[in-house]
């Protein structure tokens, strides 16, 4: 059955399980006045701005060039992934090795879908920064009562 | 066959500076870059991880032998935001180097980009190495 794999311990799931509730409790708890303070499940640290119209993910990737930063959605879900790659010196003897260098890959499973073609992005000085506005349908809607 | 090495979150965590001695005047949360530091013939080159910083926002200076870098970083909160979830804080950037007296002070270089820092310091003329021929005899 596919709720086993879905809620077991080791699943690739669990992170994803794990940051929609926290999305989830979050979201419902209007207006937010306070900020959740969490540790990264993976690289990079993200952080998440949010007011009823879109969600602002922040993410700080120093020395990652443009070209190596890959961002996709699917509905609810981002999916950041690049790589920081070194720049390889030859013949050099390191006195100190404290950067770390590699490929990552992050979702985000978002409290509203999105609409994909409103989403920015930009990139400066290292940090990325994505706009998603709330997609149009999942917008709650204002229903008039009429007295009667 | 290269491995593929995934980057861990440990990997860029930010390390707050343990203020000893003399406190910073602004009351600004500082870290400590990430830095590499190598040697090659000609210089000592620094490369500082400093997100969110920018060649107008970076200082550097040199007094008695010790190289201070400070990165100064305004938040920029979005408008009409509220932070609802964060894995991490931002804040200025502190670090202090001591350097020997092998560095031409003058020839010191400096350049940022993409949050990163690079400081290039040359080496005083005397101080790359010289081939030392050993004589039989």
Known sequence: MLMRPYLDWMSPWREMERLRREMNRLFSDWPWRTTRWATAP?????????????????????????????????EDTLTLRGERRPDEQEGVTYHRRERRFGSFLRTFRLPFRVDAEQVEATFKNGVLNIVLPRAEEDKPKKITVKAG | MAEDTALQVQDAEKREVAE????????????????????????????ADMPGVDAESVDITLEDNVLTINGYVEPEPPEGYNLVYAEYRVGDYLRAFRLSDQIDRDGIEATVKDGVLRLYLPKVAEAKTRKITVKTG
């Open chain 2, 20 to 47: 000893a001695g003399a406190e910073r005047t602004r009351d600004r949360l500082a870290f400590v870059p990430r830095a590499d530091v190598y040697e090659t013939e000609e210089a000592i080159v620094v490369v």
């Open chain 1, 42 to 74: 993976s690289y990079p640290a993200m952080n998440v701005w949010m007011d009823e119209n879109g969600v602002i993910l922040t993410a700080e990737l120093p020395g990652v060039k443009l070209e190596d930063i890959d961002i996709s959605i699917e």
